[in-house]
């Protein structure tokens, strides 16, 4: 599992991707992931 945090910790230590990021830009970065899978149709229709 990636990790996706600016600060590496114990978690971020046993993950197996740690990605750093700017502090106070997470919810960016999940939006963005949202859209790109939106765009890309990478979700299940219900």
């Given at each position: 599992?990636?990790?996706?945090?600016?600060r590496?910790?114990?978690?971020?230590?046993?993950?197996?991707?740690?990605?750093?990021?700017?502090?106070?830009t997470?919810?960016?970065?999940?939006?963005?992931?949202?859209?790109?899978?939106?765009e890309?149709?990478?979700?299940?229709?219900?």
């Amino acid at each position: 599992m990636a990790l996706v945090d600016p600060r590496f910790s114990k978690t971020a230590s046993k993950a197996w991707k740690w990605v750093s990021i700017k502090p106070a830009t997470e919810a960016a970065f999940a939006l963005a992931m949202v859209r790109w899978a939106i765009e890309n149709e990478r979700y299940v229709r219900t």
